[in-house]
T-cell receptor
Framework: GEDVEQSLFLSVREGDSSVINCTYT??????LYWYKQEPGAGLQLLTY?????DMKQDQRLTVLLNKKDKHLSLRIADTQTGDSAIYFC????????????????FGSGTQLTVLP | DGGITQSPKYLFRKEGQNVTLSCEQN?????MYWYRQDPGQGLRLIYY???????QKGDIAEGYSVSREKKESFPLTVTSAQKNPTAFYLC???????????FGEGSRLTVL
């Protein structure tokens, strides 16, 4: 089945850039997502990229997609202590049975720690 | 404000008891989902529903049950048949198009 892999931990200094990497196996992925989870809370969508795009930028966030290598990355510029959280990569290929639901496959999450 | 509300946030259960987790959304989304999250793991899909009165098993449905009598509501029952129910449970909904999932704040279930 589909698989999404991420490294488990990343530490950066406040003010530096963070780069969180993700690899996926499903070549038919149409949307790729980055979610953020703060302790004890649900997941919040940060951004997503459609598979025909190479890059998407949204304020401090830059998403890069290498479809050939099935590699997705999230760069956070000027990382702040408030960015400390778990970041999940997820991919979705299609709707389930042509219905309204999408089957997303999530990675295990990367715990980002921002050091002062 | 539009969103997804899960309750209770924390729940303790004795072994052998069934418990029901509530999930309500006012986003007018057709699709709703239940995920389970364990430490150091990604989210695993328990059940999903694409429309009222219809729901399908996800990857780890054994020991769980759901209902979808109203568009806004998708409660999850953790039955005594679930071997390892202690976990963080997340409800989500989505609209057509990008498939973006909107999540509730989660319910943490602990079996004593």
């Amino acid at each position: 089945g589909e698989d999404v892999e991420q490294s488990l931990f990343l530490s950066v200094r406040e003010g530096d850039s963070s780069v969180i990497n993700c690899t996926y196996t499903d070549s038919s992925s149409t949307y790729l997502y980055w979610y953020k989870q703060e302790p004890g809370a649900g997941l919040q969508l940060l951004t997503y990229i459609f598979s025909n795009m190479d890059m998407k930028q949204d304020q401090r966030l830059t998403v890069l997609l290498n479809k050939k290598d099935k590699h997705l990355s999230l760069r956070i510029a000027d990382t702040q202590t408030g960015d400390s959280a778990i970041y999940f990569c997820a991919e979705s290929a299609s709707y389930i049975s042509s219905g309204s639901a999408r089957q997303l496959t999530f990675g295990s999450g990367t715990q980002l720690t921002v050091l002062p | 404000d539009g969103g997804i509300t899960q309750s209770p946030k924390y729940l303790f259960r004795k072994e052998g008891q069934n418990v029901t987790l509530s999930c309500e959304q006012n986003l007018n989304h057709d699709a709703m989902y239940w995920y389970r999250q364990d430490p150091g793991q990604g989210l695993r899909l328990i059940y999903y529903s694409q429309i009222v009165n219809d729901f399908q098993k996800g990857d780890i449905a054994e020991g769980y049950s759901v209902s979808r009598e109203k568009k806004e509501s998708f409660p999850l029952t953790v039955t005594s048949a679930q071997k390892n129910p202690t976990a963080f449970y997340l409800c989500a909904s989505s609209m057509r198009g990008t498939g973006e999932l909107f999540f509730g704040e989660g319910s943490r279930l602990t079996v004593l």
